[in-house]
């Protein structure tokens, strides 16, 4: 069993902006806003509702609230979908795998918790399709089978070339509480913002900046997935 570490959520290189932490630890997954004008996504941040019952909307200013989603990954139905180099390290996983995910958030109404890197949900991996071996068809029939997907609902020819992580749907979660994994506070003096903090480093068995997806961290260690469990609740 193997552990993937992969950032997703809006950023500041995307959108201007990261998801917002609360005063409970609680937080909002907000997903990128699409960025290919041929997709079918018509869901704005408007239409997506958040953990609070408020929509994502509300987090966000008025220029980027009207955006359209790229709501990938989806935790309906447990999918995510990439393509080039993400979509060959997706490849790697395999069925009971662990596809992690973290976030940058940003504490909302200036409360107690500080902007960092934070885990905020994952996948048990049940299966890893390949676009680019499986039939028009079918890819067609999967298309259908996950609505909640905006991979799924672009257009372009590199929708023949993703690669889409199906989760099992009793084993993929938000967590309730998201975990800090990197922030200046936690770092020692010189480090990277976005570098690993020490206790993680200790914990998860990886170091370095990780505020870009690529290349993504593994996690193999036997003691290193048990704390990661941990920190996942399972």
């Known amino acids: 069993m ?14 201007g902006i990261l ?4 005063s409970n630890g609680k937080f909002e997954y907000i997903p990128l806003s699409e960025s290919d004008e041929k ?6 941040y408007y239409e997506l509702i958040g953990r609070t ?31 080039g180099m993400k979509g060959k390290y997706l490849l790697k996983l395999e069925n009971g795998d662990l596809l992690v995910f973290y976030a940058g958030l940003t504490p909302y109404k200036n409360n107690e918790y500080d902007e960092g890197l934070y885990i905020i949900g994952y996948f048990t991996v049940k299966e890893v399709l390949e676009f680019s071996t499986i039939s028009k068809e079918t890819i067609r029939t999967i298309r259908n089978s996950y609505p909640h997907n905006s991979h799924l609902k672009r257009n372009s020819e590199d929708t023949q070339e993703m690669v889409l992580v199906l989760g099992d749907p009793n084993k ?43 290349p993504p961290r593994f996690i193999i260690g036997e003691q290193n997935l048990l704390n990661l469990k941990k920190m996942l609740e399972l």
């Open 172 to 214: 993929c979660k938000l967590l309730k509480k998201a975990v800090l994994i990197s922030n200046k506070r936690l770092n020692r003096i010189g480090r990277s913002f976005n570098a690993v903090s020490p206790a993680m480093e200790n914990l998860l068995g990886i170091k370095g900046s990780i505020q870009r997806s690529i």
């Open 2 to 15: 193997t552990a993937m570490l992969l950032r997703v959520g809006i950023d500041k290189g995307s959108d």
């Open 19 to 22: 998801s917002p932490i609360l």
């Open 39 to 44: 997709s079918d996504e018509n869901r704005t």
């Open 53 to 83: 019952g408020k929509p994502l909307a509300d987090y966000l200013p008025s220029k980027i609230a009207s955006r359209k989603v790229h709501y990938d990954p989806e935790f309906h139905t447990c999918t995510y979908g990439d393509r």
